[in-house]
C-alpha cells in the first residue's frame, strides 16, 4: 500500500498560485466564483483571490491627481476641517473659476 503525501504550501504560495489561476479565468467565470465565495463564511482570501475590489464604483468623470503649491495655512485650514478636505478645496476652486458644482 502506497502512501501519497500531499504537498503544503505556504501561505505566500497558496496565494501566487490562487492569483495565477484568478488571471485564467473569464470575467463570466470570475462573477460566478466571486459570488459562491462571498456567499460562503467560511471562504478564506476572499478580498485577494477576487478580480474585483471593495469600494466605490468608479465615476463617470474622474478627478485628475496633480502636485499643487499651497500656503501652510491655506493647507492647515482645510486639512483642519477633517476628510473631505480635498474635495472642498476643489469646491472653493470651482467657485472661484466661475464652474457649476459637481453633481
Known amino acids: 500500500m502506497s502512501v501519497h503525501k500531499r504537498k503544503t504550501w505556504s501561505k505566500e504560495e497558496a496565494i501566487a498560485l490562487a492569483l495565477a489561476h484568478r488571471d485564467s479565468l473569464t470575467d463570466e ?5 466571486t459570488k459562491a465565495a462571498l456567499d ?7 478580498g485577494v483571490l477576487t ?7 468608479v465615476a463617470e468623470v474622474t478627478k485628475t491627481p496633480v502636485s499643487i503649491r499651497l500656503s501652510p495655512d491655506v493647507l492647515d485650514h482645510y486639512r483642519s476641517t477633517g476628510p473631505g478636505w480635498q ?8 467657485k472661484a473659476a466661475g464652474l457649476k458644482k459637481r453633481a
Open 51 to 57: 478580480k474585483r475590489r471593495p469600494g466605490r464604483p
Open 40 to 46: 460562503d463564511p467560511d471562504t478564506a482570501l476572499a
Open 29 to 33: 467565470e470570475d462573477s460566478k466564483l
Open 87 to 94: 474635495g472642498r478645496i476643489d469646491d472653493a476652486l470651482r
